[in-house]
């Protein structure tokens, strides 16, 4: 075969794998071709490595897309957090729920500690597992949540943002307790758990114990009623008082001392 005959094939090649949305295959068909014959495969071989390079990237992308759409404030995995500073925080328990089987059994996930202790990057692992197992996920606040609903009920839009709040495999609600919530928020904030309790996954991060939620919804009945729909057959999980992040700037004050460094002479 000609050169220009091999560089027309290649082009109609590109120009079909593009119209099939094959642009893995079109990319890199060549080169696969040239270590097909280097290494005497077969064309069912070679046709074997197209299509697990197309699957791989399609996969790729897929997370990526999941990752996206959760709006994650930050991804953050469970590879990046430092369990040895997180003595209460058991890595094996939170490595099992990173395998997802609490969503397929629709449980909550609870991660209850004070500010610093890895609450939110905790959450955000769970999240990012879940999106690499090609999950819908969404991560939000508390507070944005319900801003959310108070402005889509202005425009009668609830119904349609509760169905498609419900669409999530899974949604992670942080900073829960960290500002208290008036009546209609904490209602709206109520009807999202509902709607979710027993049939799809939740993960909650709050600064309080539950016996404190009563600072967040005023009404006790809703405050009980949230409390039991967020806690049943929850996986509760206590990540300590010591603020992770203050023991590392502190470490690392005591460093550049040890070292001859200065400090400010700030407290």
Request: proline share 1%; aromatic share 8%; net charge positive.
């Amino acid at each position: 075969m000609s050169q220009q005959t091999a560089a027309l094939v290649e082009a109609t090649v590109r120009q079909q794998c593009k119209s099939l949305y094959l642009s893995t295959i079109g990319s890199q068909f060549v080169r696969l071709a040239t270590e097909a014959v280097k290494a005497r495969q077969s064309h069912t071989e070679y046709l074997e490595a197209l299509l697990e390079a197309e699957l791989e990237e399609r996969e790729r992308r897929t997370v990526e897309r999941r990752i996206r759409e959760a709006h994650l404030p930050k991804v953050k995995t469970l590879e990046d957090f430092d369990f040895a500073q997180a003595p209460t925080i058991s890595a094996a328990q939170i490595r099992e729920l990173a395998e997802g089987a609490y969503i397929d059994r629709a449980e909550p996930v609870v991660l209850t500690g004070d500010c610093g202790t890895g609450k939110t990057h905790l959450a955000t692992a769970l999240c990012v597992a879940a999106c690499r197992q090609r999950r819908r996920v969404r991560f939000t606040t508390a507070t944005a949540l319900v801003n959310e609903f108070v402005e889509a009920r202005q425009d009668n839009r609830v119904s349609r943002l509760l169905a498609r709040w419900f669409r999530y495999e899974l949604v992670a609600i942080d900073e829960l307790g960290y500002v208290p919530l008036a009546d209609v928020g904490a209602e709206f904030l109520y009807q999202v758990v509902s709607e979710r309790a027993e049939r799809a996954a939740l993960v909650v991060t709050t600064n309080l114990a539950f016996s404190e939620w009563t600072q967040v919804f005023a009404n006790a009945r809703l405050c009980k009623a949230m409390v039991d729909r967020v806690t049943d057959r929850a996986h509760i999980i206590d990540t300590g008082k010591e603020s992770y992040r203050f023991r590392r700037t502190m470490e690392g004050r005591r460093k550049r001392v040890r070292s001859g460094g200065k400090e400010d002479g700030r407290d």
